[in-house]
Every structure is written in C-alpha cells, then in structure tokens.
C-alpha cells in the first residue's frame, strides 16, 4: 500500500508535539513506521518545519506543503482544492487525516479520525467564527470518509447520535501515552522552587478555558480545606496551563478563595509538567467534556492518584482506577479528593492501580490498530 499522512499539524519537530491532534499525529506515525516495514509512507509536511530526519525511513517519503502563508487568503482554496492537487500526484491507495476533516475535493479512499465534537454539543464553550468548519468541512468528511476513527467510546456514539452514522463505518482506537522517567529528586526540586510550590499540592493542568471547569475545583479545594483545616492547611492547589476562550472566572475564583491556597503557573514545559505530576498528591481533572483525556492516563502511568470527571471519555480511560467525581458538583469534588488522601494506605492504592489502569494504553497498539484499518479500506476500494 501507499499511505499517505496529514502531518502538518506536527510543528514541534524533532521535540516531538506534546498537546492535541499534533500529539496524536507524531506519535501514531513514529510507531506506524517502527512496526510497519512492507508499506509505503508519503509525509505531507508545512513547509516551515525543517528538520524531519527523524521521520526518514527506507519507506517513507516527506512531502512538503508549499504556500501555505496563503491559505488565510483563501482558505477554502489552499485548504481543498490546492491539497488535493498535491494529494492526487502521490496517487494514494490510502490517505489519512488525523484532525477531523479531510480535503473535501479530494475522491480516493480517506480515514479521518474524530478526536472531539464537544463544539456542536456546547458551542458556548469555544471561540465563534468556526461555522465553515462545524457546518461545512467536519460533516462532509465524516460523510465522504470511507472509514472513521474515534479515540473513545464516547466520541464514537457522538458521531452515531449528532452525524447518524453507521457503526461499521467508525474504529475506536485508543491513543496511547509517551513513557516518561520519572523526574530526578533535585529536578523536582528546582521546579517547585522555580514556581514557589512549598508544600503538598494538588494538580491540575490544561488550557484555561471553561469546558476545563476550573472554578469548580478552585470551589471545591477551598471546601476541602474548610472542612478539616488541620489535615488541609499545608496543601496548594496549582493549576498550569496556557490562557485560552473565557478564562477569566478561572481567576476571578482564584482571588475568591477563601484561603488563597491557589496558584496559576502559567504554561509550563514538558520536563516541569512530568516533574509536578511525579510529586503531585493527586492529579485533579474535573474537565466537561474531552475526546479522550491524555493527561489523565499520563499521571495514571506516573503512579499519581487521578480524580477525573464521570462524563464523555474519562470512565473508559481510569475505569476503577481512581476516583470518579460528578464535576458540576464541587461536593463530589471535595468528598473525591478527601477520600484519596484521607490515609497513606488510601493514596498508594490509588497509585497502584493507576500505573496497572495506564499499561493498558499504548501508541505501539494505536498504530497496529489503525495499520489494519488503513489495509480494510485498501481492500474494500480494490474488490
């Protein structure tokens, strides 16, 4: 077969993308071309990105997409027509797009995959001016796709219920996590005093935006705290993460604490983030709504005890693993966080059972998975 990948949304080259759908993208392709030696890999890259040798194999060929400065003049142009232009010389028996929407010009067989469509269930949440995108470019190539990968169960029966589309058409293939050492004693150190972290914390991270329901958490930390000021007063709750759609409440609640025990980090780098999830206390994430929830399954393969949110994706990703909390209450929030930390023997069960839940997941698998997801659609466009 030759398959090609959308790749440009991997920018962070040869670091590796670290967040969203260019995560996705990096690591499903390093492990498509570690396991994957029979077929042939075309690259399409954004010409800004330089250095892609990582990428090179006897298999694999790097395209790079030229112009693409002009895509916000015309964007329709450059995003369809100009890319199926590109797509058509490789003459393709497979192609993917891993961020939602493919080439709406484009006929050959296409997979996309569908990471999140929590904007058509609460557009509230996120910036306006996306209606071509939400209207236009998602429902076509989920409708023209000949195959569709989800990253959950949940993101699975939103595309059943909102887009009526029929379940042999969507594979759900798990994203799995970049194994990280734990971070060194003295590393650990030097961030919590780079940040002024001086005592037990409890962490949360993402973008500030409302969907990551953070005033609820500050509200319940606060609770928390109240409730048995002895056991609680030495604990902070830190919270990183860059600054996003409406989050201004975020620091409204900040100032509102009653024991001012909060502190917002700012966006934070891969090494800093592996240090406060080792030593954090708990990894708290009572987000709204994700597609799949990495963060969650990074602290869990860390060893961190997780209290996650009981909506969309979270209970297949921690299942029985940590602690399940309704995140519009910041009553289970407190009663969530208190019943991890209430003893020593509570907190190392937690932790055991997350590094067990976390070995579950891995992007050796996503890529066995979705290899054999591009050879069904292969197979059913040539008989």
Known sequence: M?????????????????????????????????????????????????????????????????????????????????????????????????????????????????????????????????????????PQSIKMAKKIIAVSKSTQKSIENYFHVSPKKIK??????????KASRSFIAKTKKKYKITDKFILCLGTLEPRKNMPMLIQAFDDLVNSNFKKYNNFQLILAGSKGWKYAPIFKAIKEAKYSRVRYLGYISQAEKIALLSEAAVFAFPTLWEGFGLPVLEAMSLGTPV?????????????????????????????????????????????????????????????????????????????
């Not at 916000?72 to 929407?101: C, E, R």
Request: aromatic share 14%; proline share 5%.
């Open 2 to 138: 030759k398959i090609g990948i959308d790749c440009r949304n991997i920018l962070n080259v040869p670091n590796g993308e670290k967040a969203g759908v260019g995560h996705y993208t990096y690591y499903l392709v390093k492990n498509l071309l570690k396991i994957d030696k029979k077929n042939k890999y075309i690259l399409f890259f954004d010409h800004r990105v330089i250095n892609t040798n990582e990428f090179k194999q006897k298999n694999s060929e790097i395209i790079r997409f030229p112009y693409s400065q002009y895509k916000k003049y015309l964007p329709f142009g450059y995003s369809h027509w100009f890319v199926t232009k590109m797509l058509n010389k490789m003459n393709l028996d497979v192609f993917h797009a891993p961020a939602n929407i493919m080439p709406l010009t484009y006929k050959k067989p296409t997979v996309i995959t569908v990471h999140d469509l929590a904007i058509y269930y609460h557009p509230e949440w996120f910036p306006p001016k996306q209606k071509f995108s939400t209207k236009i470019s998602v």
């Open 172 to 181: 759900i293939i798990y994203e799995g996590f970049a194994k990280e050492k």
């Open 307 to 383: 209290l996650a949110s009981n909506v969309s994706s979270l209970p297949e990703i921690v299942e029985k693993a940590g602690i399940l909390i309704n995140p519009k209450n910041a009553n289970s929030i407190k009663n969530g966080l208190a019943k991890i930390l209430k003893s020593q023997t509570s907190w190392k069960k937690y932790s055991h059972k997350a590094k067990i839940q976390a070995k579950k997941f891995s992007w050796k698998k996503c890529a066995q998975q979705t290899l054999k997801s591009y050879l069904e659609v292969y197979k059913d466009s040539i008989f």
